[in-house]
């Protein structure tokens, strides 16, 4: 069974200073990770994705996550934090041997605030 | 783009009334789900759909159906309403070239009083 942890519900960063929203996963094979954005009261957005290749992937917004396949970790990054950038992050993953038609499974999510 | 739209975004029902919460598509994509979302809880699946007139269960199906009738379309219906399913409902799509990610509709808050 695949499974996603969000371990913080909460991280606050001051505005300019970098930061991290962590994620650990668990799946039976190789995974497709994703993680979305939620802004007040809208729908989630799509950020990011490692499917294979380079362990540092670039997204939306100046995002990046990095990959660690012996941790099962993908954290989410920014060097510079804005204060629009405060939102729900979601972590999600899927196993590659699914087909892609499946749904993905998603974290409990990541209240990030950066304050001015 | 992609798009996805609800057909509310903010709805209030009374306990016991029949409620339809759709979801429209433009892009063709044969896959489409509904997600209960609250707070500490993530995202929960309701019910997906790979086809016309096919579903699948997900993780939390109880008090809810759904209904793929066209392609572009899915639907999300509560028999009954009550008051635990107050949340809010996120529909979603996955398809054509794009086969790994998940695309969301703005969402639509539901109130059963």
């Known amino acids: 069974a695949q499974s996603v942890a969000q371990p913080e519900d909460q991280v606050n960063v001051a505005e300019g200073n970098p930061l991290t929203v962590k994620c650990t996963y668990s799946v039976s094979g190789n995974p497709y990770l994703f993680w979305y954005v939620q802004y007040p009261n809208r729908g989630l957005q799509f950020l990011l994705k490692?499917?294979?290749?380079?362990?540092l992937v670039k997204g939306s917004y100046g995002f990046e996550a990095e990959f660690n396949k012996s941790q099962t970790s993908f954290h989410l990054k920014k060097p510079s934090a804005l204060v629009s950038d405060s939102a729900l992050y979601f972590c999600?993953?899927?196993?590659?041997?699914?087909?892609?038609?499946?749904?993905?499974?998603f974290g409990k999510g990541t209240r990030l605030s950066v304050i001015a | 783009d992609v798009k996805v739209t609800q057909s509310s975004r903010y709805l209030v029902k009374r306990t016991g009334e029949k409620v339809f919460l759709e979801c429209v598509q433009d892009m063709d994509h044969e896959n489409m789900f509904w997600y209960r979302q609250d707070p500490g809880l993530g995202l929960r699946l309701i019910y997906f759909?790979?086809?016309?007139?096919?579903?699948e269960k997900g993780d939390i199906p109880e008090g809810y159906s759904v209904s793929r009738e066209k392609k572009e379309r899915f639907s999300l219906i509560l028999e009954s309403a009550s008051t635990n399913q107050t949340s809010m409902y996120l529909c979603?799509?996955?398809?054509?070239?794009?086969?790994?990610?998940?695309?969301f509709g703005p969402g639509t808050r539901l109130t059963v009083l």
């Open positions: 490692y499917i294979t290749g380079d362990n």
């Open positions: 999600a993953v899927r196993d590659i041997w699914n087909s892609g038609n499946t749904p993905l499974v």
């Open positions: 759909s790979y086809d016309v007139k096919m579903k």
């Open positions: 979603a799509t996955i398809g054509g070239l794009s086969t790994d990610t998940q695309y």
